[in-house]
């Protein structure tokens, strides 16, 4: 007698990322979550299959690492892209024109984003001259630093007596005589400035988030870790996503960070506080605020990432940290025995080691403990992981692509010591990737970065960032964005696998990459997403 409200699919190729029963035929799914999964036979137990005609399936895709609520901002606030080979005269140009179309007329405050050159200079007096009439904010692509005019100068309150809060790495840039130019650096310096502003609010978050969430339904994913919202303070960011699930707008499982900024900014036992209150408040079946966010350095084309030995650049230094193992330690011991998950933010070889540091000396806690990133590995860093245990690495895939700016900072010999996931997966290190997107699709397209990840070389046979050896299997690609990134969000037992009792969230794809040729693998496509068994994205728009 088949089941009622059931929906059976069969005759397909199914990646269940289980190790327990890692492949199936079929599957079964009931109120949201899957009953039976095994071979076709069985499965027409539970009523007549939808035949799925040999599609691959796999478990939703989990992003690791991103800030979609920090993107809705940008979306909603019709974000100005400067092109990334625009000069300053280009840019300021394009803004002044933009700034004064019919869209942006209205808005109380014009922001643009995309600068990636290292040597762009800019003060607020020339800024100016793009939009005086109002606040405007410059954003460098990675939002790591940013140029303000001189209203946004005057409503943030810099002047010449405010202190920088790391001095030398976060910062804001001075005139000979001390006076702020407008440019400032790095998260603990910029993101207070960018909620004092008033960039964006809960209303921001309705209009922008939607339709990048249509997108991460199109790309396959059924889940997300917002490792920092940047421009919205918390409580009002999770307000807004949690009116979303009310409308059954978030249809993915949505994890969410608290950023610590430091002692300079708040106490821990402070931070502490508000933590727990926003879990208590907003932690639902969709929505969980469960996650503590820390800034060891900041990012290579700032020269802000920490390294041991200086930069291959005169002049560059070393980097210096936002924060050091003394003032991480106080609140992730507090987060940690709360039950938080501990995620840090580490680009040099010098901050990877610092946050093992802190990993090492936390212990075993009842959350889970990830260092994001991991791009210029310390030489001892696959030893110290393997040693530990229980740290993720998490890192973005497509960041392999090889480039000469990357070469010219570090040299050749810490050139070859990035990203090693080869050898993290070899040494059973649990691997994680992500988009870490602010704007656009960068990164988004999971098939680009897991072509990036098996591959490790170009078509042409040319490798990436060297060696090939550091390359991995579809199957561990996979599974760094989908069982792994469950087990990062401490949510395995509910999603990241094709398992009984597990949310129905799966994709159908319209190749199967376990058939293709590497080289390949940048052209699967999702050509259905279901989150907990509904579908969320139809490539054809029709739903059998």
């Excluded at 007549?48 to 991103?66: K, Q, T, Y």
């Excluded at 339904?217 to 421009?231: E, R, S």
């Excluded at 960068?442 to 060696?467: S, T, W």
Aim: net charge neutral; hydrophobic share 40%; with cysteine.
């Amino acid at each position: 007698m088949p089941y009622k409200n059931v929906q059976v699919y069969a005759n397909a190729r199914v990646y269940t990322a289980d190790n327990q029963n890692p492949s199936a035929t079929a599957f079964a799914v009931k109120d949201g979550r899957f009953i039976y999964v095994g071979d076709d036979a069985e499965a027409r137990k539970f009523g007549s299959p939808i035949n799925l005609n040999c599609r691959r399936v796999l478990p939703g895709f989990i992003d690791s690492h991103a800030h979609p609520v920090a993107d809705a901002a940008l979306n909603a606030l019709n974000a100005i892209e400067i092109p990334a080979s625009a000069n300053v005269k280009e840019t300021l140009d394009l803004i002044a024109k933009k700034s004064a179309s019919p869209t942006r007329k209205g808005l109380r405050i014009i922001v643009a984003k995309g600068i990636t050159n290292p040597r762009f200079k800019l003060t607020a007096k020339e800024f100016d001259t793009a939009v005086s009439d109002r606040p405007a904010i410059i954003l460098t692509e990675d939002c790591h630093a940013g140029w303000m005019n001189t209203k946004a100068l005057e409503i943030s309150e810099i002047t010449r007596a405010t202190p920088d809060p790391v001095p030398g790495v976060s910062y804001f840039e001075r005139d000979q005589d001390g006076n702020p130019t407008g440019f400032i650096v790095e998260a603990t310096a910029l993101y207070p400035l960018i909620k004092k502003l008033g960039i964006c609010d809960a209303k921001a978050i309705k209009k922008g988030l939607p339709p990048l969430l249509s997108t991460y339904a199109k790309h396959g994913y059924t889940g997300c870790i917002d490792v920092g919202f940047l421009m919205l303070d918390e409580d009002d960011a999770l307000h807004a996503l949690s009116q979303m699930i009310d409308r059954g707008e978030l249809r993915m499982h949505y994890f969410t960070s608290y950023v610590y900024f430091g002692p300079v900014v708040d106490s821990p036992q402070n931070a502490l506080k508000k933590m727990l209150a926003l879990r208590r408040k907003y932690n639902s079946e969709f929505l969980r605020p469960n996650i503590l966010k820390l800034h060891i350095d900041g990012t290579l084309e700032l020269a802000s990432a920490w390294m041991f030995d200086d930069y291959c650049v005169t002049g560059k230094g070393k980097g210096a940290p936002l924060l050091t193992l003394s003032s991480m330690l106080p609140v992730a011991r507090l987060a940690a025995n709360e039950g938080f998950d501990i995620h840090v933010h580490a680009i040099g070889d010098k901050a990877i080691s610092e946050g093992l540091s802190l990993m090492e000396s936390l212990g075993k806690i009842k959350g889970t403990k990830t260092i994001a990133h991991c791009q210029i590995f310390p030489a001892d860093g696959v030893e110290r992981f393997e040693k530990q245990g229980d740290i993720f690495m998490q890192t973005t895939a497509n960041w392999l692509n090889a480039d000469d700016f990357t070469m010219r900072m570090l040299g050749p010999e810490r050139y070859e010591m990035q990203v090693p996931i080869g050898s993290m997966v070899r040494a059973n290190v649990p691997v994680t990737f992500s988009s870490d997107s602010i704007g656009g699709e960068m990164g988004l397209d999971p098939f680009f970065n897991i072509y990036h990840a098996v591959q490790r070389k170009y078509d042409c046979g040319k490798e990436m960032i060297p060696p090939n050896s550091e390359g991995i299997s579809l199957k561990d690609a996979i599974d760094a964005y989908t069982i792994n990134c469950a087990k990062q969000a401490n949510a395995e037992s509910e999603i990241g696998s094709i398992s009984i009792g597990k949310y129905a969230d799966f994709v159908i794809l319209n190749k199967d990459p376990f058939l293709l040729p590497a080289v390949e693998l940048k052209t699967v496509r999702a050509e259905k997403t279901f989150f907990c068994g509904n579908c969320i994205f139809d490539a054809k728009n029709t739903v059998d």
